[in-house]
Antibody, heavy 114, light 110 residues
Framework: QLQLVQSGAEVKKPGASVKVSCKASGYTFTDYYMHWVRQAPGQGLEWMGRINPNSGGTNYAQKFQGRVTMTRDTSISTAYMEVSGLRSDDTAVYYC???????WGQGTLVTVSS | QSVLTQPPSASGTPGQRVTISCSGSSSNIGSATVNWYQQLPGTAPKLLIYTNNQRPSGVPDRFSGSKSGTSASLAISGLQSEDEAAYYCAAWDDSLNGWVFGGGTKLTVL
């Protein structure tokens, strides 16, 4: 069945980087954009960007340009999202979502704390 | 401050009809289609409405969407306790060259 499975929770120190994975199954990975959305504790949804798994082309939200990198490995149907220079306000649940429709991943909690 | 504006809260009693508004501008809702998402507590968002008024398979017809100019609305009829959730609108923004979300509306079923 259609499914996106994300990597597990991470705890990072300020200034570090984190890389979250999102493994797709049940459909042709290269046929649909993969989006990344984050949600800080008690806050709303924030679009971070998207990757075209076929070409590798990316669009990033202006806020994250230069700090976020989205990649993919088509051989294992997996998308990745890396955030560098982590700050405390990057503490959030990070979601991947196929075409911003369905399915969504289960979310990965990234906690940034010294 | 979200690009799309939603009321922070809404409420209704079981069986009632409630609407949630989403206000944008010519660079987003005015020139693009709108999606709506439902997020139950502790879970990932779920697509409720796409392309302004289309329901994915499995979404009850109690949920409906509409768009006029630079605003959109989500209507829920026959309100049920399990509809208690946060609801978000989203659209592509030509000026920002990216998707934007509303701040979310927390729906309480009294």
């Amino acid at each position: 069945q259609l499914q996106l499975v994300q990597s597990g929770a991470e705890v990072k120190k300020p200034g570090a980087s984190v890389k979250v994975s999102c493994k797709a199954s049940g459909y042709t990975f290269t046929d649909y954009y993969m989006h990344w959305v984050r949600q800080a504790p008690g806050q709303g949804l924030e679009w971070m960007g998207r990757i075209n798994p076929n070409s590798g082309g990316t669009n990033y939200a202006q806020k994250f340009q230069g700090r976020v990198t989205m990649t993919r490995d088509t051989s294992i149907s997996t998308a990745y999202m890396e955030v560098s220079g982590l700050r405390s306000d990057d503490t959030a649940v990070y979601y991947c979502a196929r075409q911003l429709g369905a399915p969504w991943g289960q979310g990965t909690l990234v906690t940034v704390s010294s | 401050q979200s690009v799309l504006t939603q009321p922070p809260s809404a409420s209704g009693t079981p069986g009632q009809r409630v609407t949630i508004s989403c206000s944008g501008s010519s660079s987003n809702i005015g020139s693009a289609t709108v999606n709506w998402y439902q997020q139950l507590p502790g879970t990932a968002p779920k697509l409720l409405i796409y392309t302004n008024n289309q329901r994915p398979s499995g979404v009850p017809d109690r949920f409906s969407g509409s768009k006029s100019g630079t605003s959109a609305s989500l209507a829920i009829s026959g309100l049920q306790s399990e509809d208690e959730a946060a609801y978000y609108c989203a659209a592509w923004d030509d000026s920002l060259n990216g998707w934007v979300f509303g701040g979310g509306t927390k729906l309480t079923v009294l």
